[in-house]
């Protein structure tokens, strides 16, 4: 009888393990995970998705309430989506889903103080991975915010990143640099 314990104890330890490792970072969907986060987004609507714990792993330093910012892959982007669609009993369209899936590149969304980023070139935000200084393609405006602070999204290549590693995020504006670190591998 202890046998069949240890046993089970010992197959729920190995079935955590991969279905855990296999949630890092991916670049390449699964159907079957994609129905799942556009259900986590309607089940966490609004902004109490930042609050979940599958995007709260994706935040960093104090978003979405002060300084810091969020790590938008491929899943996290679709249940924040979703989320945000389901306070006006909107869902992702299948065309929606499709152009997440085919895309190439993440996004990194932070917030600054307003006055720091009166235009985009006035803040840069970089990914260092080892030696590795990653830039992004782009800079933009985010979503308009309510406070003092502003929203960027810089847009990265996943070809550029190893997604099972530890990255610095750092953000220069013309005053302040700040430097948050995030580990890949428990964004989802």
């Given at each position: 009888?202890?046998?069949?314990?240890?046993?089970?104890?010992?197959?729920?330890?190995?079935?955590?393990?991969?279905?855990?490792?296999?949630?890092?970072?991916?670049?390449?969907?699964?159907?079957?995970?994609?129905?799942?986060?556009?259900?986590?987004g309607?089940?966490?609507?609004?902004?109490?998705?930042?609050?979940?714990?599958?995007?709260?792993?994706?935040?960093?330093?104090?978003?979405?309430?002060?300084?810091?910012?969020?790590?938008?892959?491929?899943?996290?982007r679709?249940?924040?989506?979703?989320?945000?669609?389901?306070?006006?009993?909107?869902?992702?369209?299948?065309?929606?889903i499709?152009?997440?899936?085919?895309?190439?590149?993440?996004?990194?969304?932070?917030?600054?103080?307003?006055?720091?980023?009166?235009?985009?070139?006035?803040?840069?935000i970089?990914?260092?991975?080892?030696?590795?200084n990653?830039?992004?393609?782009?800079?933009?405006?985010?979503?308009?915010?309510?406070?003092?602070?502003?929203?960027?999204?810089?847009?990265?290549?996943?070809?550029?990143?190893?997604?099972?590693?530890?990255?610095?995020?750092?953000?220069k504006?013309?005053?302040?640099?700040?430097?948050?670190?995030?580990?890949?591998?428990?964004?989802?």
């Open positions: 009888m202890k046998f069949m314990k240890w046993c089970l104890v010992l197959v729920g330890i190995v079935t955590f393990g991969i279905a855990a490792l296999s949630e890092a970072f991916e670049i390449k969907l699964q159907q079957g995970k994609i129905e799942e986060f556009v259900e986590y309607k089940k966490y609507k609004g902004k109490e998705i930042f609050s979940s714990p599958v995007v709260k792993s994706a935040c960093f330093g104090k978003y979405p309430d002060g300084e810091g910012g969020l790590i938008m892959s491929k899943y996290v679709i249940a924040v989506i979703s989320a945000m669609m389901a306070i006006n009993d909107k869902i992702l369209t299948k065309e929606d499709k152009k997440i899936e085919e895309s190439t590149s993440f996004d990194v969304v932070v917030t600054v103080p307003e006055e720091y980023a009166k235009a985009p070139e006035d803040i840069q970089m990914l260092k991975q080892g030696t590795n990653i830039l992004p393609l782009k800079t933009e405006f985010g979503m308009k915010r309510k406070d003092t602070l502003r929203t960027l999204v810089g847009t990265f290549q996943y070809e550029k990143v190893n997604p099972k590693a530890n990255a610095a995020i750092i953000v504006t013309r005053k302040v640099q700040k430097k948050y670190t995030i580990d890949f591998s428990d964004v989802k």
